[in-house]
């Protein structure tokens, strides 16, 4: 009898051939194919953000020292509605909301390319309130395709 291409003897213990390696049944090959890397909706926004974050902490010494972090949802509500972000400026840190980000914002199409340009934006309207500019002065070149 044949197991994974071998033949083999029977047990002197009088156990029957059909056992695999280490005289246990049904056991799979040591080395199994690869599998695919985990591509989540989560790990792409955190991509995202952590792409734009460190373009502005390069572009900006201003912006060097703060902290880009991700929360799911925003704790209450304000005057504007649900925000995509907090600010603490105290403690140099940008929180950008996850959630609000991509459920609330409409994208004119969808697709990764522009679901990914849209977190961006979003980082980068943050920076720009934190720095109190404009969000098209923290990245001139960024937007230049001509």
């Known amino acids: 009898m044949?197991?994974?291409g071998r033949a083999r003897r029977p047990s002197p213990r009088g156990r029957a051939a059909r056992h695999g390696r280490h005289g246990r049944v049904g056991r799979s090959p040591v080395v199994r194919?690869?599998?695919p890397p985990i591509d989540?909706?989560?790990e792409r926004f955190d991509v995202a953000v952590?792409?734009?974050a460190e373009y502005l902490r390069g572009a900006w010494p201003e912006l060097r020292d703060v902290s880009f972090e991700i929360g799911r949802l925003p704790r209450d509500a304000d005057?504007?509605?649900i925000p995509r972000w907090?600010?603490?400026r105290a403690a140099q840190r940008i929180v950008m909301y996850r959630v609000p980000i991509e459920r609330l914002n409409r994208l004119h199409r969808v697709d990764d390319t522009h679901r990914r340009m849209m977190i961006e934006g979003e980082v980068f309207r943050?920076?720009?309130e934190y720095l109190d500019r404009d969000p098209w002065d923290l990245g001139p070149?960024?937007?230049r395709f001509f």
């Open 40 to 42: 989540t909706r989560v």
């Open 141 to 143: 070149d960024r937007f």
């Open 79 to 81: 005057a504007d509605g």
């Open 2 to 4: 044949a197991i994974f």
């Open 126 to 128: 943050a920076a720009a």
């Open 86 to 88: 907090s600010i603490d």
């Open 50 to 52: 952590g792409g734009a």
């Open 33 to 35: 194919p690869p599998l």
